[in-house]
């Protein structure tokens, strides 16, 4: 039998197929299309004759609207369908042996390079929506779909790549596609999960330094995608709770960037729970300044330190915790010996300098549990964890001695009061009273030092 297709085209009006004993002449063209790319290389396998060859394949990639083309496993084109003559605007003897590169806008460049690559390995993915230079300049959006075309060795021997225009009004566009698109360019990852919490699906733009594309998590698990290894902590527990019904809302820190994530059960269309589906939103930058905002209002401005407001609700925290499981701890009060004197012997620019010397020397000699404020003016506060009266004695003893050894000017001192939990009290009130009577008592033996001092340089001269 005589197999033959007879075709006429133009741009305006796509292809007109006249049935031959092969084709139906009620058949739907795209429909064929769609049915025979599949199977294309089978097709032309079987077709001897070189010629025959050259135009069954001609027939086929003019027998569509869809922009057709064969790539060579290094990107070059091939063959250029009349679909994609009208598409791009290019007729076939402008592209055929160019590489499809030039044909694409730069921010593609990456992307085409990983399919490449990835059709090279064996994966390729059934859809893609990219960016493509028509002629004379604009971009235009389309929807890819590639097939892989192997020897018999399972070597990559051509790609066949059929696109699709999408527009964002909708005519003529494909439900698929259009949410397909709104799916690539959702800010942050979208994923589902089988039973085995195996990625099966991903979208989205990505995440800020992730470079994570549509379909590049599939086959990980959950666990290699969000950096987890503990099944039974953040984020891998909330999966296992989907799988068990539960939806949940956390955040979660992933290599230095915080994610916002929602986890829900995915379910089939019975209603039997399937996996999960999470969507991750990228919110590093929110909590930079959410961070930013509170240490400004929760610490001083010229000192770092902790401010008073800071203090005073870390004492109590530390109150309440210390009474439950009956561990002291203590607090000092400290206040810079003659700060009036500097300010007017050398200017408040000296006193500033003063009291910010002395935050450096508390920071100094303060853990990381530890708290060290500053109480308003002249005084400065510290709470000291897990403490008892003869450490607290050290660290004061320590902040002195610092001070007097730092060898800048105006020489600085300071007094220290002490209040211990539970022996001075066991309310925050008390333990600043306890101190703050111990700090009074340490400035009059201080005045005292400095009179006598002063008297004996006196008689001195």
Known sequence: MVKFILISRDCAHGPNLLAGPTLSPAGNNQSLVSERLPVLKEQLAVTPNPAAHAHLLKALLDSTEDAVLHLSPDGTIASWSRGAECLYGYPADEVIGRALTQFLPTNELPAFGELLANAQKGV?????????????????????????????????????????????????????????????????????????????????????????????LVGASVGEFLGAADLHATPIAEHYEALRGASSHFEYRRNNRFLDIHLEPLRSGSGEIIGCIGLGVDITERKETEEEVRFQATHDAMTGLANYREFMDRLEREVRRADRSRHGFTILLLDLDGLKKINDRHGHLAGNRALMRLATVMKAN????????????????????????????????????????????????????????????????????????????????????????????????
Not at 185 to 214: C, E, F, H, K, Y
Not at 383 to 394: N, Q, R
Not at 434 to 457: M, S, T, V
């Open 366 to 461: 303060c853990r990381s549990t530890d708290l060290a404020a500053r109480y308003g003016g002249d005084e400065f506060a510290e709470v000291l964890i897990e403490s008892d009266l003869g450490m607290a004695k050290t660290v004061a003893e320590r902040i002195q001695a610092s001070l007097q050894e730092d060898g800048r000017e105006p020489p600085l001192s300071v007094s220290i009061g002490i209040g211990s939990f539970p022996s001075d009290g066991r309310t925050a009130q008390e333990l600043l009273e306890a101190a703050d009577h111990q700090l009074y008592q340490a400035k009059k033996l201080a005045h005292r030092r400095n009179l006598a001092a002063g008297q004996i340089h006196t008689h001195k001269r």
């Open 124 to 216: 390729v993915r059934p859809h893609e929506i990219m960016e493509r230079l028509r002629k004379n300049g604009p971009r235009i959006r389309v929807e890819t779909n590639w097939i892989a075309v192997r020897n018999e060795e399972g070597e990559l021997t051509e790609i066949v790549e059929r696109a699709r225009e999408l527009n964002g009004a909708g005519g003529g566009v494909p439900e698929e596609g259009q949410l397909r698109l709104l799916m690539e360019q959702m800010p942050g990852v979208v994923w589902t999960t089988d039973r085995d919490l195996r990625v099966t699906t991903n979208w989205g733009s990505g995440l800020p330094q992730a470079m994570i594309r549509a379909g590049s």
